[in-house]
């Protein structure tokens, strides 16, 4: 198959292009395009059909449930068979925005779209191309992050490109995601609210709304046993990991860089391609050929915005091993180290 790209501007919307996407996805194709927090592959997710399209162009496991994309509120009740009164307090404040939440699905909802549950995910993005595109497609799109199984969500529409040409019909390129991570996932079908995958929106903002909200265990997994039991099927598997193997490097910020330039003078001797992975306020303290700074500990999305990008660029330059910094101290430092651990492999290492 051969697949179109086109860039649209943000300022001055390309409507002949959004309304090309809605005719692919209304005829049961495949589009991928941009949101704030990553690029997703977008079908009617009230197809069969589509959903396993979806499936088969990412070669995703079809157990591991889809997403629903919506562009107004009154979706909400068309695909969730009863909404707690908690679930429109989020919507009001989180949407449109990084917030996917979990509610028992309606009848409309195919199974196939689920993954075989009873229940559904829903989000409304904030980014106006991919409300455009779901509105010009007259129907709620199903939207995975757009890469292969196992390859970081892609945060540009040339990761897509790397993952996807061929398999999708269009890729709709909106320029580099905002946040860079994956929305936060918080499940309403139970009794307590339970994050089941850290984002931009963190449990302290959750805590404003909700008085009892919790953690899914798997989410602060910090040993591979911890994280085999999630509750979100998709976090049971291989994720973001790199072709290297990567190393956390925890401890004070002296003794971590020390303990970073020592490791990495070790493996350049002995010929590994090593690289190192920091904040912006350390990489000059670092001796290696190849350092990869995803930007200041400071600014609220910076490190997210860059993370994945990064991971891909250690396969595309052949990195074996990296050693990096934990980002322990930033807001978003939950939904970092969850990625990063996972591309670890859970890996760390304490600075002396
Ligand atoms: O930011 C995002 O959420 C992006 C963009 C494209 O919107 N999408 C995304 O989709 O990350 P995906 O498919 O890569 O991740 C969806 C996660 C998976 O871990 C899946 O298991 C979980 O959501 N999930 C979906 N439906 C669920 C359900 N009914 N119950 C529990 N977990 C669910
Ligand atoms: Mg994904």
New binding site residues.
Partial sequence: MKTKVVTIDREHMDMDAIREAGEILAAGGLVAFP?E?????GGDGLKENAAARIYAAKGRPSD????L?IAELSALEVLAKEVPELAYRLAEKFWPG?L?M?LK?SEIVPMAT??G?S???I?M?SDEIAREIIRASGTYIA????NLSGRP?PTTAEHVVEDLSGRVEMIVDGGPSDIG???S?I?L?GDVPMI??P?FITKEDFEQIVAEVEYDKAVLATKPQDSVVA?????KYRHYAPQGQIYIVEGETDAVVSTINELSAKAAEAGVRVAVLCAEETKERYTCDKIFSLGSLKSEKEISAHLFAALRAFDTEHITVIYSESFENTKLHQAIMNRLRKAAGYQTIQAK
Avoid at 64 to 67: A, K
Avoid at 231 to 235: F, L, Q, T, Y
């Fill in positions: 949101t927090t990553v690029y997703g592959l591991n449930p889809l997403i994309h990084p996917t979990i699905k689920t993954g549950l229940t559904v995910a989000r993005p939207a995975p992050s757009a969500s991570l994956e929305s996932i499940d079908s089941l995958r984002g509750k979100a099927p998709g976090m």
